[in-house]
């Protein structure tokens, strides 16, 4: 079985719901139709009439659960909560109403109200919109600080990693994170890949020197993160700052770093900044054929995972999936 089945199995067994924002999106509309068919997850549908069926594209949509905000039971509930807290930040009434009423903040709302276990949006609206309903309705997991992202990447030979699969963090959110941010990336991302892959995270702070080959502001940050983590004693291996060749091959790890728990065998890649993430997941996709399932969010109080806006109806199923998995 590859790595795309056993997630959607796994997530199978597990009966999530989903809630699906962007409901006016032939995408969505086509993604929730599958999970509903395979039993992945049960899919809930946010829009307006109009657009839910403008979107179906003529499709039998009658199996599918779909909300409408405009006449929802509870919409004058969340408009309420809603309108209180933001008037803590100066927000008038009206303001927060016409917040509330847009679908993605209101599929959030939904998700923190517990008509579903996972919510995943991203094809229509930006990673910065899903970042933002997520901190404002949901806010962030207690005990973590720092919401970021991580990538599930599958590389076609299985080489490297579990049969091929590796978690890249962070390649979507922080632009240039500190020391105790790269440590709060690492502890959730070795985390949810025990999640989803059974596996035992060995973490590879990743950096252009290997064990101190280089002295530099840049590398200083990755090894105050190291030491950070290490005073945190996290309970899975990691190590840095290092080189992804001696993260990944096992005889040039031995050279750069022997001795190390990770080197030549690292599963989970930590980037020191956003560059470096969404530059080196993009190259590993295009160039070696990996496939690539992110950004996944983490960090928020309740599962609430992204999309790219060229994803198609295969991808939001895959994401619906490994999101259910973080639940």
Known sequence: MNVRDE????????GRTVILPEGGDERT???????KKEGIAEPVIVGTVNSVKDAAKGADISSLRIIYPEDFGDRDIFIKEHAGKRALKGVSFETAKEEIMNELNFGAMLLKKGYGDIAVAG?????????????????????????SSFFLMILPNGKFGKNGALFFADCAVIPDPTPEQLADIASATAENAKKLLDLEPRVAFLSFSTKGSAVTSHTEKIVNAVNILKNRTPGFLFDGEMQADAALVEE???????????????????????????????LVQRLAGAMAFGPILQGFSKPLCDLSRGCSAEDIVDTAAVCALMS
Do not use: H, M, Q, W
């Open 7 to 14: 997630l959607r199995e796994k997530a199978a067994k597990l």
């Open 29 to 35: 509309i086509k993604a929730a139709l599958i999970l």
């Open 123 to 147: 094809a229509v609206n930006t990673t910065a919109d899903v970042l933002r309903a997520g901190l404002r309705i949901l806010g962030t997991k207690e005990g973590i600080r720092t919401v």
């Open 252 to 282: 040039v790890g031995l050279k750069k770093a022997k001795g190390s728990p990770v080197a030549g065998k690292a599963n989970v890649l930590i980037f020191p900044d956003l560059n470096s993430g969404n530059i080196g997941y993009k």
